[in-house]
């Protein structure tokens, strides 16, 4: 990091990520006139910048190279003074390579020393992977039975007395009737300690598409099946739809081939009525509770542990302090054993050359170039392009280009090998890091390494976002500290002190971990 102009507070007034870096981050609004210290130079700014936005450290003329993090993240479209804002007027979408690549086999491993013999709580599955969590799921194979899976889920959640929104029903009741409203039942003992709940799942697919959306369903589905965070699954299925009982089993068989996850398969075309249906459902979870339950949680070693990194509602402190430090967790990880899956392709352009030059063989550096293309084609057949990646929230945060959400996107990952490049659905079978072809969407990407077997997952957001999954635990990790005091229901940890100077990001990332 170069000198910066440090605030009254202590606080850093702004900071340049990479030494090759032609601009600089504010990191609190600075009024025009500011003058800010950069290596053996002082810089007037000529305009006002706000928080999380980028300036020029030197003029730079239409068509120059705007560097952050060391690569190049976008292009200027006009003239841009010293010490003047990035913006979407000045600069656009833009990528090539500005820095040294990684050399294969030169990563320097983190010191996990600390760490040797730490373990985690797991539940322990017959075919030795090990989950964070115990659910049972229940899921239908087309949409026509989501109405069946909800009617079940009140059942469920009424016979165990554990419903989720028993709290906001006594707030809508207090908000319509005031005190005489009737208080909620209070909640029953638990009937299952060791299970975390039964979790169902609902969607729009299964019939009407095409046969390879069919399929991309049965195999997605049967990630979730197998994960080693469910003990076990009930299946609804209508019967006439595309996705068909025999494609789900098929492709369970490819992940569980000794058939050691229970799952039951029901059919409502062939059942004597809804009625008997719902019957015959409601006693297959309520056996599969009582199965799940007789597993209790055990130490693991943390090389058991796979966890997903994701990112959503970014801002432009993300990749500054919440990335990285994920980063070197998964770094961490990997150093014990422990695997990482880093996603979002459309949020690794700009940043391929680094990623392949990291790639564990020629093999693997080949499937990700092959599965990048094969996106970008898609996409510009509909019109669409990585460039378009950025959402208004991002831009008014300071992430100006797709390149620059990239390079700061992709410190998710850490800098450890990648060992294996995984399409959609597929399972992740190598210890390390490996990258997964999602979209960027962080929904779509957030079930995507929950369905490649992620035990966990960490996602970083700096404006703040509620995505979850329903049987991996997603942890958030705020930017920002502010977004961390205001969002704290949902934010589980603060990576505020990197921005303010306060702590290292491989001290945090120890704490982290």
């Known amino acids: 990091m170069s000198q910066t102009i440090v605030s009254d507070s202590g606080q850093q007034d702004s900071l340049r990520v990479h030494a090759a870096d032609n601009v600089r981050v504010a990191l609190k609004d600075l009024p025009a006139g500011t003058i800010v210290a950069d290596n053996d130079q002082r810089i007037a700014l000529t305009e006002a910048v706000r928080h999380k936005h980028k300036f020029a450290l ?86 026509c039975e989501n109405r069946n899976i909800e009617v079940l889920r009140q059942c469920v959640a009424d016979a165990l007395g554990e419903d989720p929104y028993r709290d906001y029903k006594q707030l809508a009741r207090k908000l319509l009737h005031g005190d005489a409203a009737a208080p909620s039942p209070p909640p029953r003992e638990r009937l299952f300690p060791n299970v975390d709940g039964v979790r169902f799942l609902t969607h729009t697919l299964g019939c009407g598409g095409t046969d390879g959306d069919a399929q991309a369903l049965c195999q997605l589905l049967a990630g979730y099946i197998c994960h080693p965070n469910v003990a076990g699954a009930t299946v609804l299925s209508l019967g006439c739809q595309k996705a068909q009982i025999d494609m789900i089993k098929a492709a369970i068989e490819t992940r569980d081939p000794e058939g050691l996850k229970p799952v039951h398969y ?23 509770l009582a199965t799940a339950n007789q597993v209790e ?24 302090s919440a990335n990285p430090l994920v980063g070197a967790v998964i770094d961490r990880l990997v150093a014990l054993g422990g695997s990482g899956i880093l996603s979002e392709f459309p949020e690794l352009c700009g940043v391929e050359h680094e990623l392949v030059a990291r790639c564990s063989d020629d093999a693997v550096a080949q499937r990700f170039s092959e599965l990048m293309e094969a996106y970008q084609r898609h996409a510009a057949l509909v019109g669409a392009d990585f460039s378009m990646n950025p959402s208004p929230g991002n831009i ?12 700061g996107a992709a410190k998710k990952g850490g800098d450890s090998p990648v060992v294996d490049v995984l399409d ?27 369905g490649s077997g992620a035990n ?21 990790i705020a930017s ?34």
Not at 82 to 106: D, F, L, M, W, Y
Not at 297 to 320: H, M, N, T, Y
Not at 396 to 407: E, F, P, Q, V, Y
């Open 58 to 143: 030197a003029a730079l003329e239409h068509g120059d190279s705007v560097i952050m993090y060391g690569v190049t993240v976008g292009r200027a479209t006009r003239p841009i003074a010293q010490g003047a804002a990035i913006t979407t007027e000045n600069v656009e979408h833009s990528t090539a390579s500005s820095a040294p690549q990684a050399k294969r086999g030169s990563w320097q491993a983190p010191d996990v020393a600390h760490f040797q013999g730490a373990t985690f709580d797991g539940y322990h599955r017959p075919n030795g992977q090990v989950g964070t969590a115990n659910v049972w799921l229940v899921v239908p194979l087309v949409f």
């Open 266 to 288: 029901l059919e409502q075309q062939a059942s004597q009525s809804e009625q008997a249906l719902i019957r015959e459902s409601l006693t297959t979870i309520f056996d599969g």
């Open 297 to 320: 949680r055990a130490p693991a070693p943390l090389s058991k542990l796979s966890i997903g990194v994701e990112c959503g509602g970014s801002d432009g402190f993300s990749g500054l």
């Open 396 to 407: 008014r945060d300071g992430l100006i280009t797709d390149a620059m959400k990239s390079a």
């Open 424 to 450: 959609y659905t597929e399972p992740q079978t190598r210890a390390g890091l490996s990258l997964l072809c999602t979209p960027g969407n962080d929904v779509e990407s957030t079930t995507a390494l929950a």
């Open 456 to 476: 966990l997952i960490m996602f970083t957001t700096g404006l703040g976002t509620p995505t979850g999954n329903p049987v991996t635990p997603v942890l958030k």
């Open 480 to 513: 920002n500290s502010a977004l961390a005091t205001r969002m704290s229901d949902v934010i589980d940890f603060d990576a505020g002190p990197i921005i303010r100077g306060e702590v290292e990001i491989g001290e945090l990332a120890d704490r982290l971990l």
